[in-house]
């Protein structure tokens, strides 16, 4: 991919959104530009309809999510051809419906994960794909509080830091592709390829965004939008740390997976 292209993939997410959400989206974007989704397409987690409408070209078939406000969201960015308000454990449509499900970064969130695997084998029709990007095991390991409190001698309140910053993500696990591997294998899903992305230098940038996003929050309150002023100057320096992550975002060390399934049958 030309260094073009990376750069409008970036921008689209930063100039729209703080900057530490912006620049994993922005990676999981850039997979996606490279992978092929048969239709008809669902969605499993689709939020506020940011991603969708600006990763993709074309409305996705199906968004499905269980929360009213993102959903009324994703209706103003018409993203989907339908919205649909719903569980990942009780898909509301037929068996075979679907020739993909998509699910970027959701399914972390998810306790009882193995229904929601199965509701999605289930609404694939046989070899369909499911494509998907989830946090690993190396996410709370790698964060720098942790490391920070780990080179003081710290080690517990490492990790108490890890746990807190867990549960302010909202991450109801973080496992290893193994786990997810096997979790493919129960379902019977056939795993087709996996990369780890986002190195630890990356995951240190997007966590010092949470506390520096404050005023990004105050001017969604206040002008129902997450950058007042989505312009090169003002968004320079956020450029300066996320952009060279777009060129080569795969890791050996990285602390989030993606994965592309297949269902056997």
């Not at 100039?15 to 620049?23: A, E, I």
């Not at 009780?90 to 020739?99: G, I, L, M, R, T």
């Not at 790698?142 to 910053?165: D, N, P, V």
Request: charged share 25%; proline share 7%.
């Amino acid at each position: 991919m030309n260094s073009q292209k990376l750069d409008q993939i970036l921008w689209r997410h930063i100039s729209s959104l703080p900057y530490f959400r912006g620049f994993l989206r922005a990676v999981e974007d850039r997979f996606y530009q490279e992978i092929t989704l048969p239709e008809p397409v669902l969605d499993l987690g689709s939020g506020d309809g940011h991603f969708a409408s600006v990763a993709f070209d074309k409305k996705l078939t199906v968004g499905l999510d269980p929360w009213m406000a993102p959903t009324k969201e994703a209706v103003e960015r018409d993203a989907y051809q339908l919205l649909v308000l719903g569980e990942g454990a009780k898909v509301p449509f037929a068996d075979a419906s679907f020739a993909t499900v998509t699910s970027t970064s959701v399914l972390e969130h998810i306790l009882d994960i193995e229904p929601v695997l199965a509701e999605v084998h289930r609404i694939l029709i046989p070899g369909g794909k499911f494509v998907f990007c989830v946090p690993n095991h190396r996410f709370p390991k790698a964060l720098w509080g942790r490391k920070m409190f780990q080179k003081l001698g710290l080690e517990k309140w490492g990790e108490a830091y890890s746990r807190f910053f867990n549960r302010i993500a909202r991450h109801a696990h973080t496992d290893s592709p193994g786990v997810w591997e096997e979790r493919l294998d129960c379902n019977d899903f056939e795993l087709i390829e996996t990369w780890d992305y986002f190195p630890p230098e990356a995951l240190h940038i997007l966590e010092w965004g949470h506390p520096l996003g404050l005023p990004a929050w105050v001017v969604k309150q206040l002008f129902n939008r997450w950058i007042l002023v989505p312009t090169r100057w003002n968004l320079a320096i956020p450029w300066a740390l996320t952009r060279k992550f777009m060129d080569d975002p795969k890791s050996k060390q990285g602390v989030c997976s993606f994965f592309i399934a297949r269902s056997l049958s």
